[in-house]
């Protein structure tokens, strides 16, 4: 009987043992499983994901399709700005301007631009309705650090173009540069804020982005 | 009727009389904008009082599939001008591809009224003079209101005589009232496609007509490149943006 305890105990241990191992075993794999299946592994993965995401929750919304912007708003913050750099979209729409600026001005002007950024998708998607989108082919060489995604929506017959701009962060990718019937929004902007800053300096600019967000903000 | 429109551009010029923002650097491509931006308030106006109320009435009246079959219509009859302007523009594959869309559409798809080109896979495409005038080398010119229709160039102005010249629907309808009315509902059509970019320009742009400006003028040289990026333009996006900007004027 002791002698049987003995044994027993050990033996106990090693299923313990296996069983954690088999475990721990399980975990790397599914980490590894999941790594490889993170949403913003490549740029053409991201967008699909992106996209599928933000209007499969826009259609299951009957609040948002009839018009709530508020509830827009709040889904682009949650699954779109996740995947964006409105920190690159700012100082490339600045250009030169963005060194004018303090680290604090700039912090303050990214911040109220993306406030301007997020209200104009959130605009754009309370149109969403039937419409198809195409994803367009897509190659890139493993080592670009910069991607082009280029989908089509079709909406009420005519293909109304919209790409996407990423560029890779650590080992995810990131948007920050939109096409929207062959115009960039960057580039738009260039003109934007380089006369705005003319006009009023960068003072001047944080309190005119800060003005027209409130301004939005009452008129919803 | 050529007269009525001059006097009702003038009087709003006039009486608007609007000026060019303070601080506003003047843009290279628009020499012209205290008169451009003139006009593009007169068609703001216009637009806010008597095409976009009628353009809502019309998406109010008329059920989605009615809308879409006219919308359809229209665009079966454009794709014969895009296929001409493809074969204009040296490419033959897309022109056939055209003729093949506007095939299937007037007889699968009930003259014109389903666009089942497109479930075929058939891509549509718009070309028009503008474009063919861009392909063959010809630069943007000045920047352009045009009263009505908005913005243009130099270049596209001219296409767009052409653009009327060549117009299907202007030429084969004789009775002139069947004719303008036939004109006007395009142009409705035409305007309840977009009727939701007035007010999401309004909400991005910092001033309304300098935006509208850049980004026709960035549309218009991507659509006569079909989209493409201009070769340099990978090389050049993280660099200094100035340098980009100044390379791609002509």
């Given at each position: 009987?002791?002698?049987?305890?003995?044994?027993?105990i050990?033996?106990?241990?090693?299923?313990?043992?296996?069983?954690?191992?088999?475990?721990?075993?399980?975990s790397?794999?599914?980490?590894?499983?999941?790594?490889a299946q993170?949403?913003?592994?490549?740029?053409?993965?991201?967008?699909?994901?992106?996209?599928?995401?933000?209007?499969?929750?826009?259609?299951?919304?009957?609040?948002?399709?009839?018009?709530?912007?508020?509830?827009?708003?709040?889904?682009?913050?949650?699954?779109?700005?996740?995947?964006?750099d409105?920190?690159?979209?700012?100082?490339?729409?600045?250009?030169?301007?963005?060194?004018?600026a303090?680290?604090?001005?700039?912090?303050?002007?990214?911040?109220?631009?993306?406030?301007?950024?997020?209200?104009?998708?959130?605009?754009?998607?309370?149109?969403?309705?039937?419409?198809?989108?195409?994803?367009?082919?897509?190659?890139?060489?493993?080592?670009?650090?910069?991607?082009v995604?280029?989908?089509?929506?079709?909406?009420?017959?005519?293909?109304?173009?919209?790409?996407?701009?990423?560029?890779?962060?650590?080992?995810?990718?990131?948007?920050?540069?939109?096409?929207?019937?062959?115009?960039?929004?960057?580039?738009?902007?260039?003109?934007?804020?380089?006369?705005?800053?003319?006009?009023?300096?960068?003072?001047?600019?944080?309190?005119?982005?800060?003005?027209?967000?409130?301004?939005?903000?009452?008129?919803? | 009727?050529?007269?009525?429109?001059?006097?009702?551009?003038?009087?709003?010029c006039?009486?608007?009389?609007?000026?060019?923002?303070?601080?506003?650097?003047?843009?290279?491509?628009?020499?012209?904008?205290?008169?451009?931006?003139?006009?593009?308030?007169?068609?703001?106006?216009?637009?806010?009082?008597?095409?976009?109320?009628?353009?809502?009435?019309?998406?109010?009246?008329?059920?989605?599939?009615?809308?879409?079959?006219?919308?359809?219509?229209?665009?079966?009859?454009?794709?014969?001008?895009?296929?001409?302007?493809?074969?204009?523009?040296?490419?033959?594959?897309?022109?056939?591809?055209?003729?093949?869309?506007?095939?299937?559409?007037?007889?699968?798809?009930?003259?014109?009224?389903?666009?089942?080109?497109?479930?075929?896979?058939?891509?549509?495409?718009?070309e028009?003079?503008?474009?063919?005038?861009?392909?063959?080398?010809?630069?943007?010119?000045?920047?352009?209101?045009?009263?009505?229709?908005?913005?243009?160039?130099?270049?596209?102005?001219?296409?767009?005589?052409?653009?009327?010249?060549?117009?299907?629907?202007g030429?084969?309808?004789t009775?002139?009232?069947?004719?303008?009315?036939?004109?006007?509902?395009?142009a409705?059509?035409?305007?309840?496609?977009?009727?939701?970019?007035?007010?999401?320009?309004?909400?991005?742009?910092?001033?309304?007509?300098?935006?509208?400006?850049?980004?026709?003028?960035?549309?218009?040289?991507?659509?006569?490149?079909?989209?493409?990026?201009?070769?340099?333009?990978?090389?050049?996006?993280?660099?200094?943006?100035?340098?980009?900007?100044?390379?791609?004027?002509?």
């Open positions: 009987m002791k002698n049987m305890r003995f044994t027993f050990p033996f106990m241990m090693q299923r313990r043992i296996m069983i954690l191992a088999m475990m721990l075993m399980a790397v794999a599914t980490s590894h499983f999941s790594y993170a949403v913003d592994a490549t740029p053409d993965g991201l967008v699909k994901f992106m996209v599928n995401d933000i209007m499969s929750s826009i259609r299951s919304d009957k609040e948002i399709m009839s018009g709530n912007i508020n509830k827009v708003i709040a889904l682009v913050d949650t699954k779109i700005v996740p995947y964006t409105f920190g690159r979209t700012t100082q490339l729409a600045m250009g030169k301007n963005w060194s004018k303090t680290p604090e001005q700039q912090k303050l002007i990214v911040t109220e631009f993306k406030t301007l950024l997020i209200r104009t998708y959130a605009g754009a998607l309370t149109q969403v309705k039937d419409q198809k989108i195409i994803f367009k082919p897509f190659r890139m060489d493993p080592a670009d650090l910069e991607a995604v280029r989908t089509s929506v079709i909406d009420k017959g005519d293909p109304v173009q919209l790409d996407y701009r990423l560029e890779k962060v650590g080992d995810g990718w990131k948007f920050y540069d939109l096409n929207v019937l062959g115009a960039w929004l960057i580039e738009a902007y260039r003109g934007q804020f380089n006369n705005q800053i003319n006009a009023s300096g960068i003072d001047g600019l944080i309190k005119f982005l800060q003005d027209r967000n409130i301004a939005l903000a009452k008129a919803k | 009727m050529a007269q009525m429109v001059c006097v009702a551009v003038l009087t709003t006039c009486v608007a009389c609007v000026s060019i923002p303070e601080g506003t650097i003047p843009a290279k491509n628009d020499p012209w904008e205290g008169f451009n931006r003139n006009v593009y308030s007169f068609n703001d106006t216009l637009d806010d009082y008597v095409i976009r109320p009628i353009t809502k009435v019309y998406e109010a009246v008329l059920p989605v599939a009615a809308r879409n079959a006219i919308s359809n219509v229209f665009g079966n009859v454009g794709d014969v001008f895009t296929a001409v302007n493809q074969l204009l523009q040296g490419k033959p594959g897309l022109a056939a591809s055209d003729v093949a869309r506007v095939m299937a559409n007037t007889t699968f798809g009930i003259a014109g009224i389903f666009d089942v080109a497109s479930h075929f896979g058939l891509e549509k495409h718009m028009d003079f503008g474009q063919t005038f861009g392909v063959w080398g010809f630069s943007d010119g000045p920047y352009m209101v045009l009263p009505f229709l908005g913005p243009s160039n130099v270049r596209d102005t001219v296409g767009w005589a052409f653009d009327i010249k060549t117009d299907v629907l030429s084969a309808i009775d002139v009232p069947v004719r303008n009315s036939v004109l006007g509902l395009r409705i059509d035409q305007r309840s496609k977009f009727l939701n970019a007035s007010s999401l320009i309004e909400t991005a742009a910092f001033d309304r007509y300098s935006f509208v400006r850049d980004a026709y003028t960035q549309r218009r040289r991507s659509r006569i490149l079909d989209g493409k990026l201009p070769p340099d333009e990978d090389d050049n996006y993280t660099q200094d943006p100035e340098a980009k900007t100044e390379k791609k004027l002509p």
